[in-house]
C-alpha cells in the first residue's frame, strides 16, 4: 500500500499532513510494525483504493481481530460515522464475546451496546419511541465511570431529543457535553465526537434562528481538512440550504444539490437516506417557492400535500392530512401549518407556532407566524 500510495503523490509527509500527525509517526505505521490509528487507517484505504469500497471493507474487516482496547472504541465510532453498520456490528459482536475481563473490555462491552442502539436508530429498526427507552434504561442501569461511556451515552440521548425535534434540549445537552469532550487524550476520538457536536450545534442553532451560528458552524465542518465524514459534509450543506430556504430561493438551492452531488453514488444506507432526505428538502424549497412544480412527485406524504395546496388541489391536501393525522395520532408543526393553508383556519397555525416555540424551532415558527400577520 505505501508504495502506491507514494506513486499517487501520498508521500509520508503529505500522509503526516493529511492525518495531522508528525510524519515519524506514518513513518512507523509503514516500517516499524506500529499499530495503525483506526481513523487514519480508514483514510489511508480510501486514498489507496477510492474506488473499491468493498476491498477496503475486507481490509477493515481483516484488522479486527488485532485491535487494541483504544482502536475497538474508535473504531466503533468511525463505522457508526460512515454507516458501516454491518462492519460495525462485526465488532460489537467480537467485542461481547470477548472472555477478556480487564478494564478497557468492560468499558468496551458496555460502549459497544450503545453503538449497537445508534446503529438499530440509524437503520429504522427500532422508533423514535423504543429508541428513548432502550437509552434511558442504558443509562439507569450502568453505571457511567468514564468519561467515553458518559459522551456516548449522552449523544444518544441528544439524538433521541432530535428524533423528537426537541432542539432546545439538543442544543443544551450538546454545549454541556462539550467540556467533556475536550479531556479526550486520542486526538482522532476527540476529533470525532467533536464534529458531532458541531453538527448538533449547527443544526439545533438553525431552529433558534440563529442563523450566523449555524452557519460559520456548517462551514468549519465542511472545510476541515481531516473530516473524513462525507455524510456529515453533506448534512452541513442541507442545514446551509435550509437557513436560507425562506429568504433566498437561489443560495438555499445551490447548497441543497452540492450536499446531493458530494452524496452522488451512495456506498452505504446511511448515504443513500441522507441523499434522499436533503432530495425532499430541495423539494420544500421548490414548493415553497414555487419553482419547478411540473414534474415533482414527492415520495414523502406531507410534502405532497404541501404540493397539492401550492398547486390549488386542497382538497387532497386535506385527505392525505387527515390520513396523516390519523395514522399518528396528531400533526406535527409543519404539519399543522400546511392544514392551515389548506382549510384557511387560522387555529392550525396557532397550534403550529405553539409547537414549533415549544420546541425551541423558532426558524419554522416564522412560516405560522407570517400567517397570523
Known amino acids: 500500500m505505501q508504495n502506491s500510495l507514494k506513486t499517487n503523490g501520498y508521500t509520508n509527509r503529505k500522509l503526516a499532513l493529511i492525518f495531522n500527525v508528525s510524519h515519524t509517526t506514518v513513518n512507523s505505521y509503514f516500517s516499524q510494525g506500529t499499530e495503525f490509528d483506526f481513523m487514519h487507517y480508514v483514510e489511508a484505504l480510501r486514498l489507496y483504493e477510492p474506488k473499491d469500497v468493498n476491498f477496503r471493507r475486507e481490509s477493515l474487516l ?7 482496547p483504544n482502536n475497538e472504541r474508535l473504531g466503533l465510532e468511525v463505522l457508526n460515522m460512515y454507516g458501516e453498520f454491518e462492519l460495525q456490528k462485526t465488532l460489537v459482536s467480537k467485542i461481547k464475546n470477548s472472555t477478556e475481563t480487564t478494564k478497557n473490555a468492560r468499558l468496551n462491552k458496555k460502549i459497544s451496546e450503545i453503538y449497537q442502539l445508534l446503529a438499530l436508530r440509524n437503520e429504522g429498526f427500532i ?6 427507552k432502550e437509552v434511558d434504561e442504558f443509562r439507569k442501569a450502568r453505571k457511567i465511570s468514564t468519561a467515553e ?19 432546545k434540549m439538543v442544543l443544551e445537552y450538546t454545549k454541556q457535553l462539550i467540556p467533556y469532550i475536550q479531556k479526550i487524550r486520542k486526538n482522532t476520538l476527540k476529533k470525532s465526537y467533536m464534529l458531532r457536536a458541531k453538527e448538533m450545534i449547527a443544526t ?14 456548517c462551514f468549519e465542518i465542511i472545510n476541515d481538512p481531516s473530516n473524513i465524514y462525507i455524510c456529515m459534509k453533506a448534512l452541513a450543506y442541507c442545514i446551509l440550504g435550509e437557513t436560507y430556504i425562506i429568504e433566498d430561493y437561489a443560495m438555499s438551492k445551490y447548497y441543497f444539490e452540492e450536499g446531493i452531488s458530494i452524496l452522488e453514488n451512495p456506498t452505504n444506507r446511511k448515504s443513500a437516506v441522507r441523499k434522499k432526505a436533503i432530495e425532499n428538502t430541495l423539494n420544500f424549497l421548490k414548493i415553497y417557492w414555487k419553482k419547478d412544480l411540473e414534474n415533482m412527485d414527492p415520495t414523502d406524504k406531507a410534502e405532497k400535500a404541501f404540493l397539492y395546496i401550492v398547486t390549488n388541489r386542497k382538497a ?11 395514522k399518528n395520532n396528531g400533526l406535527s408543526p409543519m404539519q399543522k401549518y400546511y392544514k392551515g393553508l389548506a382549510t384557511g383556519d387560522k387555529k392550525y397555525f396557532e397550534e403550529s407556532l405553539q409547537d414549533f416555540e415549544r420546541l425551541g424551532d423558532y426558524f419554522y415558527s416564522r412560516l405560522p407566524r407570517e400567517q397570523l400577520k
Open 204 to 217: 439545533s442553532s438553525h431552529h433558534a434562528n440563529d442563523l450566523g451560528k449555524s452557519r460559520e458552524i
Open 149 to 167: 461511556l458518559k459522551i456516548v451515552s449522552d449523544f444518544a440521548l441528544i439524538y433521541s431529543h432530535l428524533d423528537f425535534n426537541d432542539h
Open 62 to 68: 481483516n484488522t479486527f481481530d488485532c485491535l487494541s
Open 127 to 132: 422508533n423514535k419511541y423504543e429508541f428513548f
Open 316 to 326: 387532497e391536501a386535506i385527505l392525505l392530512l387527515d390520513e396523516l393525522e390519523n
